[in-house]
Nanobody
Framework: EVQLVESGGGLVQAGESLRLSCAAS????????IGWFRQAPGKEREGISC????????FYTHSAKGRFTISADYGENTVYLQMTSLEPEDTSVYYC????????????????????????WGQGTQVTVSS
């Protein structure tokens, strides 16, 4: 069974950092593009970043604002999102997601923003940033 489990969310003050984890099971993340998304109340889900071992690339959308870093431990089958200088506007439920990447060289920043491409999703982890 394919499963993605996020963890690491919580309540922090503005300016602090958090590292989110996305533990995958039932498949090897090396053959998939893994993305991080977030959704605030009343807003659409938006892409933050995605990573591809096949392409050896990682991309960030404007939502990452140069403060977030995606990484992967393929031995642990886990993807991380390091978030720094957090702002109240970052308050959201954060999700990781995956889709199987069958062709090399096709991942772009637009991939990271397209929720329809990702067919496996975690349950989300809440991040709340107080001012």
């Amino acid at each position: 069974e394919v499963q993605l489990v996020e963890s690491g969310g919580g309540l922090v003050q503005a300016g602090e950092s958090l590292r989110l984890s996305c533990a995958a099971s039932g498949f090897s993340i090396g053959g998939y593009t893994i993305g991080w998304f977030r959704q605030a109340p009343g807003k659409e889900r938006e892409g933050i970043s995605c990573i591809s071992k096949i392409d050896g690339t990682a991309f960030y959308t404007h939502s990452a604002k140069g403060r977030f870093t995606i990484s992967a431990d393929y031995g642990e089958n886990t993807v991380y999102l390091q978030m720094t200088s957090l702002e109240p506007e970052d308050t959201s439920v954060y999700y990781c997601a995956a889709f199987r990447q069958r062709i090399a060289g096709v991942i772009t920043v637009h991939t990271c923003a397209d929720v329809t491409l990702f067919n496996y999703w975690g349950q989300g982890t809440q991040v709340t940033v107080s001012s």
